[in-house]
């Protein structure tokens, strides 16, 4: 099986701060990485497959990078909207969810 | 637009079954794998299945494999999660999501999800 590891687990930062969210797979995934955004009570969305692939209609501050073991979602000026729990999700085999990285405001 | 709507969801004692329903409109349900993903209360998320689009391919996470079963009837733009000998820990919040391609892919659109809480 491949484990994710994501970090921080909490992150808390001010209004157009730059965050970074790191994701490490267990092994190599190539960049079949994605990236979910699940605000409080609702259900996930979509931003970011292919490890940098923006989804149509996210906004343009998400961004993802990385290959093989290593990602990072970055946002570049954090919003109020942004605050949520955000997840990677491999699927290079299967399917797996890193624990999630809640984002607050500072 | 794509909608997806649960249910089936409710309080069922350990050991019996559920069979969570998942009805889709607004795209083309035959040509997208679609899935189920869970997550318990307070936790993170948890893929559960897929069933690729032509319903010839199936695979379910480790936790519930040989317990549960997806299904989809492409007539009815429906699929199902039929649970058996349910546990505690199946306690979830059960989302079902469109592929983003006939099935090995990513999740690009979600239904609201249905609770399905398993207790004596």
């Known amino acids: 099986d491949i484990q994710m590891t994501q970090s921080p687990s909490t992150l808390s930062a001010s209004i157009g701060d730059r965050v970074t969210i790191t994701c490490r797979a267990s092994?190599?995934?190539?960049?079949?990485l994605a990236w979910y955004q699940q605000k409080p009570g609702k259900s996930p969305k979509l931003l970011i497959y292919?490890?940098?692939s923006l989804q149509s209609g996210v906004p343009s501050r998400f961004s993802g990078s990385g290959s093989g073991t290593e990602f990072t979602l970055t946002i570049s000026s954090l919003q109020p909207d942004d605050v949520a729990s955000y997840y990677c999700q491999q699927y290079n085999r299967l399917w797996t969810f890193g624990q999630g990285t809640k984002v607050e405001i500072k | 637009q794509v909608q997806l709507v649960e249910s089936g969801g409710g309080v069922v004692q350990p050991g019996r079954s559920l069979r969570l329903s998942c009805a889709a409109s607004?795209?083309?349900?035959?040509?997208?794998?679609m899935h189920w993903v869970r997550q318990a209360p307070g936790k993170g998320l948890e893929w559960v299945a897929v069933i690729y689009n032509d319903g010839n391919n199936e695979y379910y996470a480790d936790s519930v494999k040989g317990r549960f079963t997806i299904s989809r009837d492409n007539s009815k733009n429906t699929i199902h999660l039929q649970m058996n000998s349910l546990r505690a820990e199946d306690t979830a919040v059960y989302y079902c999501?469109?592929?983003?391609?006939?099935?090995?892919?990513?999740?690009?659109?979600w239904g609201q999800g249905t609770l399905v809480t398993v207790s004596s």
């Open positions: 292919e490890a940098s």
């Open positions: 092994q190599s995934i190539s960049t079949w």
């Open positions: 999501a469109r592929d983003r391609t006939n099935g090995g892919n990513v999740h690009d659109d």
């Open positions: 607004g795209f083309s349900f035959s040509k997208y794998g």
